[in-house]
């Protein structure tokens, strides 16, 4: 029996896979590859698909899972830490696009009486969730400033659209609908409130647990996916959006320790939904009607990019962020998003859109999702252009970046104050080093400048903020910041205002590492590259590879730029990194009560004639001794670290255990 939903989606992955490679050989995001498989597969195009609802469906599965995941890696403690982002400078940005769209709309005639003008104002001030995150995600951005801010406006958002359903009646003139359906959400939506807080500490942790236990990998990954869908199902009833569920439903799997885990299983899912999400949207656009009108949708697409960016960027730098942060928030918030078509829906049923405005607005929407991820990559560098301009000091530097340190000399600087940040911060402290930082967030700086941290405000891309730290002067310089372009500014600014520093950067990127060092970095601490060193440290050890031939490697590994780990055929700098003695273990044995053993001396065992093993040392209560006397008497409880090779290891331990005889 012919499946017709099977086919299409054989036609659409076919035609993804063919149009993505092309993407990829001219450097194409792979975003705007799946908008045009939509455009060519779709009913505007050479309607390939005919099973629109069901792929749309397959799309909204999509949606769920990118904010899942999303939710996952993000936690309910960062969640809290937005709040003055998500509140404040999502108002700000809904409120001010509204306003200023409704402007517009009359100004140019977009409908005739005020509700569609207000219904319009709303369509244009929601962003892309969907598009935004996936792009942060994808150049690992999420815990930027930037980033932060970016995901905070967009949270404000997804929650500002179930108010903004609910008024959409209002709007049209059926005020009735409003008063009747207000305040059950608010129940409801308190209520799954409560749910997340406690599902977060108390019962999924504790319910993964349980199935981890088990060991079951199918066990575990369906757990997953039902939290999941179960989460965004709850918030779908509650008249709330699939994709804010899914994002509390990864919040709540973010506070336990399974989360990573969690993240590995949906991840392949998430890639392969999300897929049909942006192919849909591609299908909605009307090619014919596109070029009709191509030059007034055009000119409206980048009116709405050019307004939200500017609006978006403003609330950013009134919320005391650095003018770079501010145009790369505003350029990432430039589009339409995805609940916009949503709420479309519910404005059609009530009257609140016309035929025409209605195709205009999805044409704008999609060209503007279509040219996200080219001015996301364009955002860094018109940064750094607009911040060599003549502007204002109230834009270029806010009230916090004042500050001055007092005349340090020989003084270490730390440019971020993320967890690495606060380390090296924690052992200058402990090591009597004077130290400044440098950070970004102005809450940040305002808490630790009360707790008496050497610490101001101020954007480091900036020779005027680094001069205030007093770079000159600097002997260690640490970059410990998230963003990739900004990094390497600041190496490159360094290392010209103080030739002489020690400048150690931190990246996550591997192909950073060369550049960087290009740049004038003395180090480039690769948080990949460090990872493995610890690891093989560790391998090592149990190999009983002497600590001294271990630092050895790993000085030369850090020495050499880490160019084994970034070339395959590279060789190992450790020509005398042997297996000295391969076949022996080390293993602890602990005396129990009924043993045989117990008063008996180490001679009297006479273990290493017997069983050809050695007592390394015993650990007696908070006692250790370590090459042990040979007249010591074992006790009750006594724990033995023993070398030896594996059989008789085995042997000697189950004699002392008292389960075999000498």
Known sequence: MEIPLLKDIVILFSLSVGVLYLCHRFGIPTI???????????????????????????????????LFTIGIEFSLEKLLQ??????????????????????????????????????????????????????????????????????????FQDIIIVPMILIT????GKSDQVDMAMWPLLVKGALIIILVIVGAKWLVPHLLYQIARTRNHELFLLSIVVICFGVAWLTAQAGLSLALGAFLAGLIISESEYSHHALGNILPFRDVFTTFFFVSIGMM????????????????????????????????????????????????????????????????????????????????????????????????RLATRLGRLPLPDWVTRPAEETRTVSNLRDHLIIIGFGVNGRNVARAARAAGIPYIIIEMNPETVRREQARGVPIFYGDATREPVLSRARVEHARVVVVAINDPTATRRITEAVRRLNPSAHLIVRTRYVQEVQPLYELGANEVIPEEFETSVEIFTRVLAQYLIPRDTIEKLVARVRADGYQMFRSLSAPLPAGDLKLHLPDVEISTCRIPEESPVIGKSLVELNLRQRFDVSVVAIRRDEQLFLNPDPHLRLQSQDFLILLGKPEPLNRAMRYLEGSMDG
Do not use: C
Not at 45 to 59: D, K, R, S, Y
Not at 169 to 172: G, K, M, Y
């Open 32 to 66: 705007v590859g799946f908008l045009v498989t939509g455009m060519v597969v779709g009913p505007y195009g050479l309607g390939l698909i005919h099973a629109m609802h069901e792929v749309e469906m397959l799309a909204e599965i999509g949606v769920v899972l990118l």
């Open 82 to 155: 937005l709040k003055k982002t998500v509140l404040i400078g999502g108002t700000l940005q809904v409120l001010i696009t509204t306003w200023v769209a409704v402007i517009l709309a009359k100004q140019f005639g977009f409908g005739g009486f005020t509700g569609e003008f207000i219904f319009l104002g709303f369509l244009m001030a929601l962003s892309s969730t969907a598009v935004v995150l996936k792009l942060i995600q994808d150049r690992a951005e999420v815990d930027s400033p930037h980033g932060r801010i970016t995901l905070g406006i967009l949270i």
């Open 169 to 172: 009646p209002f709007l049209a």
């Open 285 to 380: 656009l009307n090619m014919g009607f596109l070029f009709q009108q191509v030059i007034t949708i055009l000119l409206m697409t980048l009116a709405v990019l050019t307004i939200k960016s500017l609006i978006a960027g403003l609330v950013t730098l009134l919320l005391g962020f650095p003018l770079r942060t501010g145009i790369l928030v505003g350029l990432a918030l430039g589009q339409i998003g995805e609940f916009s078509f949503i709420l479309s829906r519910v404005g059609l049923e009530n009257g609140l859109l016309s035929g025409d405005i209605y195709q205009q607005f999805l044409s704008v929407t999609i060209l503007s999702m279509a040219s996200t991820p080219f001015l996301l990559a364009l955002a860094p």
